[in-house]
């Protein structure tokens, strides 16, 4: 990671505003590394245009050639599903996602603000919902592969937005929710230091040693049992696996930090070598839906039930997506002390809850995450088991009463995780 210096004024004596441009200063030197000269291509919420602006501006400052941003507006989504015809929710805008990919390819990085309403679509359609997503993935699908591939360096941060705080903080008014909601993102966003750089750094360094030691390991699985039982899920680690976690270097030489905050130490699992029960330690919010309680059954690597206390429509016309969508892309180990996991609270957004628990995650495999991942053909990928779909979504499972083993290639179990915290 590149030196930077930063402002070290005391975080307490810092006004709303000053942590603000501190999150977009932390989010550009650390989560995307932008280098002078470099294109930007933004996503953010209409309700994230404060955020957004003070990360242009710190983009300008270090060099950006052109900041450009695609704005959402969650009341407009909302208008689609209200009045647009029905073929709309067959279709997708290819043409600016054949942009955005050219934009990448021609050198841009991506910085993505999260902070839409998690349940704005809780109460519409959950065919049409999962039309348009599919829709979206399918034209998405030559830009996200650069992205997955880490062809680019790119990152994900959060600005805390009233309907996201709202359901964050249901017993408290717009106001205080939000000043709550944004002091957490600050927090586990680990601004909320003297000098939030080299907490990065120092962080960053943590998460690569114990990526060293689980690559050291060469497990053939991790075996997830809960104390309660509703968990006994064997997770078959890719032959050739990597384990990431703590930044990446992107293809292009660019170090980043892909997603603020970050707790996690990840690999791709063997999409045929999965077998158990499971059941979701946390409810999820996907693509505007929420799904909550979602107990899972493998066989073989394949989602063979699936069930939901809510939202199980979803969860299915999610799983059928593709055959790759009933199978594991993503296996990580996320101890319950992280700081995200003691603030007990739900987010409701996978960018903080996937980093405050152990997780899986159903759909596309990262190519990163098998060795020499970016020089293989999508066949040579397949046949050291790494998964592909057109969808990646996490879903929480670790707690504070989950044990992990890991299982090496004679058989011998090693306690890894006792209790949701590291041996
Ligand atoms: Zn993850
Ligand atoms: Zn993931």
């Not at 977009?24 to 309700?47: C, F, I, T």
């Not at 994230?48 to 050639?65: C, S």
């Not at 078959?236 to 930090?257: E, F």
């Not at 999965?274 to 946390?282: P, Q």
Request: aromatic share 6%; with cysteine.
């Amino acid at each position: 990671m590149s030196t930077v210096a930063t402002s070290q004024t005391k975080y307490a004596a810092l006004t709303f505003e000053e942590k603000l441009d501190r999150l977009a200063e932390v989010a550009v030197k650390v989560g995307l590394g932008l280098r002078p000269g470099q294109e930007l291509v933004m996503s953010a919420p209409m309700d994230a245009l404060p955020l957004a602006r003070r990360i242009t501006e710190h983009a300008y400052k270090a060099g950006a050639l052109l900041v450009t941003t695609l704005y959402s507006d969650d009341p407009s989504v909302l208008a689609r599903y209200q009045y647009a015809q029905d073929a709309s929710f067959d279709y997708a805008p290819a043409w600016l996602q054949e942009g955005v990919a050219t934009a990448f390819r021609n050198g841009a990085a991506r910085l993505a603000i999260a902070g839409s309403n998690p349940a704005l679509l809780a109460g519409q359609d959950p065919a049409k919902v999962s039309r348009a997503n599919v829709a979206m993935s399918k034209v998405s699908k030559p830009a996200m592969e650069l992205i997955t591939r880490h062809d680019i360096n790119w990152t994900i941060v959060a600005a805390a937005t009233p309907e996201w705080a709202r359901l964050v903080f249901p017993s408290e008014p717009t106001d205080v929710a939000m000043a709550k909601l944004w002091e957490a993102i600050f927090v586990a966003s680990r601004i909320a230091v003297d000098d939030p750089v080299a907490e990065w750094q120092q962080h960053g360094a943590r998460l690569k040693q114990r990526v060293e030691m689980l690559n050291s390991r060469r497990y053939a699985a991790l075996h997830f049992k809960s104390a309660d039982g509703s968990t006994d899920l064997r997770v078959g680690l890719a032959d050739d696996h990597l384990w990431a976690g703590g930044g990446t270097t992107a293809n292009n030489g660019v170090d980043c930090q892909p997603n603020i905050p970050t707790e996690e130490c990840f690999t791709t699992p063997h999409k045929d070598r999965v077998d158990g029960v499971v059941r979701a330690s946390k409810p999820l919010s996907h693509q505007g839906t929420l799904i909550e309680n979602i107990a899972v059954k493998f066989e073989a690597g394949r989602i063979v039930e699936a069930t939901a206390t809510a939202g199980e429509d979803a969860l299915n016309r999610l799983i059928s997506t593709d055959d790759g969508a009933r199978r594991l892309g993503e296996v990580a180990l996320v101890p319950h002390g992280s700081p995200i996991a003691q603030s007990g609270i739900l987010f409701w957004n996978t960018l903080f809850d996937e980093n405050a628990a152990s997780h899986i995650a159903l759909g596309q495999a990262y190519s990163t995450c098998v060795k020499d991942g970016d020089k293989l053909s999508e066949a040579e990928l397949a046949a050291r088991g790494a998964n592909t779909s057109l969808i990646h979504v996490d879903w929480m499972i670790g707690s504070g009463q989950m044990d992990v083993d890991g299982i090496r290639a004679d058989g011998t179990a090693e306690p890894l995780m006792r209790s949701g915290a590291w041996v």
